[in-house]
Structures are given as C-alpha cells and as structure tokens.
C-alpha cells in the first residue's frame, strides 16, 4: 500500500514550490509581473516552515520539527551576520522512515525555492549600480552610495546557505563543479596537480598523505620519523611549511601550531568574504559574475610565517621595522607577508585569534584586488586599521559567526573612549591624516578604540545604511584615491553630521549592553 504520510509530503511540496515559484513574480492582480520584494520572500518562506514544523509535530517528528524551526536566522540587531555553508544538502543520518524523508524533502524544497529568491534580489543587486538614483536623490531605504555590491554579496551567501548546490550562486561566489561537488577554485587547481588534504597536515604533493598518516614526515628532501622531524631545531632559513586552501604558512613551530594558524586564517577569509567581498571588484566585472558571464580571479596563495616565540619574530622583523618590539602579529606589505606569533598556551589563543584577523585583513585588502603603494599614506588611513579592528569582532554562532555589535571587539573600550571619557577626534580631522600622522600621532591607543567603534558605526550603524559607502571608501584609500572629504561625499552626510550619528550610535550600543548585563 502506498504511504498517505509520504504523498501528503508530495503535495505539500508541490504547495511549497507555488508559494515560493522560482520567477518571484508577485501573485495576484495587477501586481502580477512585479518581482517580490526580499520581505515578501522571507515572509512566504516563514509561512511553509511554520507549516512543516506543525506538520512534523502533528505526525511525532519533533527532531525535524526543532531543526525546521530553528533554520531561520535569529535577530542580530547592531550585529553582521556571517553564515556557514554547508558542502552539501545531506540527509541527516538520524532521520529514519518515509514519512520522515518526505518531511525533510519537503523542507529542502523549501529552502531551494527561498534560494531562488534570495540569489534573484542578489543579481538585481549586483545591477544596481546601473539603475540606483544618484547620490543626493536617495531615500532612507537604500544607502546613499549607488552601488549595491555589498547586498548582492550577502545575498548570495544566504542563498547558498538554504541550497549549497546551487549552481549560480556557487559559480558567482568562485565555486567550481567537481566530480558532483562544489570546491574553490583554488582547491580545484591543488586537485588538479594531485594533491591531497588532511586538517593536520594541510595539502600534500601527490602520494605523500599516506605517509603521513602512518608517522613519517618528508623533510629536508627525505622521509624521517615523525617524532624526529619535530624534534629538529628549525629556524627561518628551513622552516616546516603547511599549506592551506588560501595560505602558505611556514613554520618554526609545530605542524599543530600552523594548523590552528590555517584554521584561523581560513575562517577569516570566509568571514572576510562575506563582509567586504564586494571590495573586491568593480561594479560591472561583479555583476558579470552574477550573470554568469565570468566568476572572481583565482588567487595565487597569500603567504604567512609562524614563529614559537616573541625573540623569534622580533629577530625575523627587527632589521625592517624597528619598531616591531610594540607588535603582536605584522603584515608586512613589502614581501606580502603577514607574520604571526605562535599562542603559547590556552589562555594566549583568544588573544593571538584576534591578532591574526587583524592583520589577516590587512593581507585581503592588499592582495585581493591591485592597490596603490601610497594606500593611506596622504589621507584615510584609520579606515585600513579600523577595518582590521571590526573583525577582530568575529564571534561564533550555531549559524557561522556574527561581526560587530554593542559588545563585541573594541567595541565596549569605543564607548569608554567617547562616551565617558569625552575622547573623539572629528572625522574631518581623522580622514585628512595618512599614515604617517597617524601612527606618530600621541592619542593612538585612544584612537585605536574610536575607530573600532567607527568601523561598527560604518558596517552596521543605521540598518547598515553607511556599509557600502564605507566599503567603496576603502576601495578609494587603498588605490589611493581618496581625497580628505570622500568619506562625507559618498555618505551624503557632512563630517559633523556622521560625528553626532556616530554618538547616538555609542549611546545605543551603550543602552543595549547594558540591557545584557
């Protein structure tokens, strides 16, 4: 006898896909060619799983039920939200029955179907710069710079977060179809030469994983006991190396130590992507990757060196930079090399994480699209270190991580700053400083704390109505072509007006962390 359970679940599927039609034109009347809006697409989305999750209650499925519940994103107001995506739409292994499976079909379903929706808005996005008003003619509903990168960026990654298949969105975020599964291109080309993965070794020539595995390590061009290779000094000149899919990292610490380096790094640049991706090309050239009609650079590998102790890296770096001493971690931009410390112990490694973002997100923003080599040295320069400051925020969530927030990074020493202690410096003032000026300047431990309460103020202040402003603002410091009244221009807000938003943005950060306490 057929399963009626399971042919409910056919048909309810067939009400999810009409509820949520590819197309995303709007239903009814004369309305009926306009495309849904992003809120009617969310809505109609919520309306399916609030009736899979009844539906998986009414029948006893209540694991599905509290996994369908629990897929939309929670509210993270003041907070930029980061996903994780997911390999694959696999089956959890627990589910059980065809009544169960017909549930999750439909629910996959579903969140295909929302996909579709969310990577539509996206390309209408990644359009945008073609169709949004000029500056000065914007309304509160969209940010004032005319260029909608950024949504379309985050779009994307929604979508692929309800359907890691999809082809599109994949081919736009610079995924590559392998043997049925969606990898970086990066990771295709290491495929391509025979190379394999393990978390603990990263990628290895062809052949040598194996070997690996089984206890022996290839150093110094030949095969030796593991415990023997760790137990040999290394130095800077015969260092160990790892790589990961984006970086690589030589060592003269343990090939432990480089892997959590590796982890950080990657977790960054996923993060990094998501936040600032849209900082990597030019209006048109990603809207052509929207289109199909191209996808993003591949990237030739950033390069990091790992040291055991402070000695080690001031020795490594003291001859360039002499003041060094003062640092924690270093990109240093000559060499496009970021330099890090190894954590030496459990309580080290929160502080040595954020390090590495900080200047992790230095590296992306110089080597991730052509800059200038005068980057910040005449004017802006805070906004290249704010940036790296915002995402030291990056806080882990069940869902991927948020950055930014009330209580997040420098965020709580930001409102000290300004808000007790009266310290802010007039954006006017800050944007017409290059380097230089900056670093010599003898505020900077407080102005460190106030710019990372700007870059919040600039990624999520306002609904996130400055964001791509900001973001075409860092664009224009490191090609080197901002000017000291960029920053108001693209805003459409004076210097003044942006310093007293900026407060009442503190002052809500202040009351909201409050509330927490």
């Known amino acids: ?86 390999e694959s739409l696999a089956v959890p292994e627990w589910l059980e029955g065809d009544l169960a499976r017909g549930l999750w079909d439909d629910f996959i379903a579903a969140r295909r179907a929302h996909a579709d929706g969310l990577f539509a808005a996206a390309a209408e996005a990644a359009r945008a710069h073609a169709a949004t008003p000029r500056r000065g003619t914007d309304t509160a509903a969209a940010p004032p710079w005319p260029d909608q990168g950024c949504e379309a960026v985050r779009l994307l990654h929604l979508a692929l977060r309800d359907d890691p298949s999809h082809a599109r969105a994949r081919r736009a975020g610079g995924w590559v179809e392998r043997d049925g599964r969606w990898v970086l291109v990066e990771v295709d080309r290491r495929l391509d030469r025979g190379e394999d993965y393990d978390p603990a070794f990263g990628w290895l020539p062809r052949g040598r994983l194996a070997r690996y595995r089984a206890g022996e390590r290839y150093d110094l061009g030949r095969w030796v006991d593991a415990v023997a290779a760790e137990q040999r000094e290394r130095s800077l000149q015969r260092p160990l190396r790892f790589d990961s899919d984006h970086w690589r990292i030589a060592t003269t610490a343990d090939l432990t130590a480089a892997a959590e380096l590796a982890r950080i790094v990657e977790e960054t640049w996923a993060a990094w992507q998501q936040a600032f991706g849209a900082y990597r090309a030019e209006p048109a050239e990603r809207e052509r990757w929207f289109e199909g009609r191209g996808r993003p650079p591949v990237l030739d590998g950033f390069a990091a060196t790992l040291v055991r102790d402070r000695d080690e890296y001031v020795r490594g770096l003291e001859s360039v930079e002499p003041a060094v ?13 970021a330099w890090f410390i190894a954590a030496a112990d459990a309580d080290a490694a929160a502080e040595t994480a954020r390090t590495v973002r900080h200047e992790c997100t230095h590296q992306l923003f110089a080597e991730t699209r052509p800059i200038s080599r005068l980057a910040g040295e005449r004017v802006g320069f805070w906004a290249i270190e704010a940036a790296a400051c915002y995402m030291e925020s990056l806080v882990a969530t069940p869902y991927g991580w948020t950055l930014g927030g009330p209580d997040a990074g420098r965020m709580p020493a930001a409102r000290e700053r300004v808000l007790e202690d009266g310290f802010q410096v007039p954006l006017g003032e800050l944007a017409a400083l290059g380097r230089r000026e900056f670093q010599a300047d003898q505020r900077l431990a407080p102005l460190y704390s106030q710019i990372s309460g700007l870059a919040d103020f600039f990624m999520n202040g306002r609904d996130g109505r400055y964001r791509a402003a900001f973001i075409e603002y860092l664009v224009r410091v490191y090609t080197g072509t901002a000017t000291a009244d960029s920053l108001e221009k693209l805003c459409d807000s004076s210097h003044a007006e942006l310093d007293e938003q900026f407060r009442r943005h503190l002052a809500a950060a202040d009351s909201a962390a409050a509330a927490v306490r």
Do not use: N
Request: aromatic share 4%; hydrophobic share 45%; with cysteine.
């Open 1 to 86: 006898m057929p399963d009626h359970g399971s042919l409910r679940s056919r048909r309810h599927a067939l009400r999810a896909a009409a509820l949520l039609p590819g197309a995303l034109v709007a239903r009814g009347g004369a309305a009926a060619d306009r495309p849904a809006s992003l809120t009617e697409i969310d809505e109609r989305f919520a309306a399916v799983l609030d009736d899979l999750v009844r539906r998986c209650r009414r029948v006893g499925q209540e694991r599905l039920a509290d996994l369908v519940a629990a897929w939309p994103l929670p509210a993270a107001a003041g907070r930029q939200q980061i996903v994780a995506i997911a």
């Open 325 to 337: 001493g003062r640092t924690d971690g270093m990109y240093w931009a000559p060499t496009k090399t």
